[in-house]
């Protein structure tokens, strides 16, 4: 990886890419330190401490953001309206007919469905912003609340947080038009990368604190995560290939086909998005609890379940684990189907006069690519799942380690964003290095 910034740094037009790409990044991180008017940061800051903890969605979202949701910046809500939107177009896309044409209408199609993306990433920022609002008033955070003042406040903390989120998506635009790799990734990236000096702070301090204790906990931790790290390089470059024989055919005075090819079928092809399905789905509940608080009164059998509901889907239970994890599996098969349709790639490969060697085309065949596709998801999910909770069984092993529970996830997008930012460095060089006719 070294070698090819290295060489990428050396071709001009590559390095002004790359210069641009850090500059979007510099920008970026500068918004996230500048805070939204008539705000007090160090409740907000106090709340979030109190609630963003044990891997929940709330410190999910913290996480993305690089640490600006819980300082109410202008970047407070980062990237994350475009990503919601992208998830919810993308699923739509194969449940709408309409979406559907326009998708494979090429390059016009991914146009207009770009554009319905960023009308969906508005309005999700609009509510989002809304929302944030009236929990920073429940936390007597905002220094305006009734008469002018208090309307004016809310304009321009809700404008505040839907433009920072606007501009956001802008810089992961330009990152894709003037830069290097995909905008939303690298912002994310930045995000993530930036929350990393506050894990190895509290792994620090722990220690200073306590050394006879957690001096072999930081270097044992340190060990699993460099391994972990080996562990999604691994991963998110293994892949099951299905051989393809095309049969020969000839044309005029011509011979065609005959090859021998295989179809990649990566392991981990759904990437980070059934741990994203699965956390908003198993933080519902939390999330309920955390606004409305304790089941008070009346007493009885009703606050008995509803308090023991809450802690069943606490992320410092064994059941949210256990559910966290089947649910991790169920939607990566979920994803996968929606990429792939065996019944489609059969029918290509009979179009191109190609199938697979000792399979009969036509059903059979789709019948063996759906035998293979399952099984590799399957290997794809537990290793998703393994990834997502151990942390968690980190952080219920020792109570100080709760704000690494999002470790595992973190540390899967950000070496995903790293192997897809290098291996576009690599075409970029292969592009600008290649023989002549003459060599």
Known sequence: MFETLRNAWKVAEIRKKLLFTLLIIIVFRLGSAITVPFLDVSKVTEWMDQNATG?????YLNVLTGGALSKATIFALSI????????????????????????????????????ITAVVAMALAIFMSV?????????????????????????????????GAMLVVWMGNRINDKGIGNGVSMILFAGIVARFPTDVGTLVELTRQNPSKYLIVSILIAVIFVVMIGFVVFMNESERRIPVQYAKRVVGRKQY???????????????VMPIIFAMSFMSLPSTIGMFKGPYTSPEGFWQNFYNGFLNFFSTQSWGYAVIYFLLIIAFNYFYVSMQYNPIEMANQLRQNNGGIPGIRPGKPTSDYIHRVLSKITLVGAFFLGVIAIFPIFLGMADNNLRSLSMGGT??????????????????????????GFLE
């Open 55 to 59: 891997g929940n969605f709330l410190e």
């Open 80 to 115: 994350t309206p475009f990503i919601n939107s992208s998830i919810i177009v993308q699923l739509l896309t194969y449940a709408l007919p309409p979406l559907e044409r326009l998708q494979n209408e090429g390059e016009p199609g991914r146009k207009k469905l770009n554009q």
């Open 131 to 163: 929302a944030y609002y009236f929990t920073l008033k429940n936390m007597n955070a905002i220094n305006y609340t009734s008469g002018f003042e208090g309307v004016f406040a809310a304009i321009v903390i809700v404008c505040s947080f839907v433009a």
């Open 257 to 271: 086909g005959g090859q021998n090819t295989h179809i990649p079928v990566k392991v981990c092809m759904s990437g």
């Open 410 to 435: 973190t540390m899967l997008i950000v070496v995903s964003v790293a192997l897809e930012t290098v291996r576009t460095l690599e075409s970029q060089l292969m592009m600008r290095h290649h023989k």
